[in-house]
């Protein structure tokens, strides 16, 4: 079991800036890959990112390419997310998912969740 907790989350105006994080606790023996996905009230959830387990590898929505930047610290056993430009339809609810099998931007791939963190973007 792997347990994943976000944080970063928060209030910021238009073109502002946050950046998530997501703990990873628990049987992080295994290289797991991980990923950001985000849900609007209303909407689906959707892929925001990916990176392997390496940290080689990383995936982007073309929403968020050249705006989020996601990178991790296998050390730390933390994956982030730095949001840059940010508009308001980035608002949604974030979520860090992590699976041992593939860095794949579907969220049926991914076993293991955290709870989210809020992202509010006022235009």
């Known amino acids: 079991q792997v347990q994943l907790v976000e944080s970063g989350g928060g209030l910021v105006q238009a073109g502002g800036s946050l950046r998530l994080s997501c703990a990873a606790s628990g049987r992080t023996n295994i290289n797991y890959n991980m990923a950001w996905f985000r849900q609007a009230p209303g909407k689906e959830r959707e892929f925001v990112a990916a990176?392997?387990?390496?940290?080689?590898?990383?995936y982007y929505a073309g929403s968020v390419k050249g705006r989020f930047t996601i990178s991790r610290d296998n050390a730390k056993n933390t994956v982030h997310l730095q949001m840059n430009s940010l508009k308001p339809e980035d608002t949604a609810d974030y979520y860090c998912a992590a699976d041992w099998r593939d860095a794949s931007r579907q969220a049926s791939s991914y076993e293991y969740w955290g709870q989210g963190t809020q992202v509010t973007v006022s235009s």
């Open positions: 990176v392997n387990w390496s940290g080689g590898s990383t």
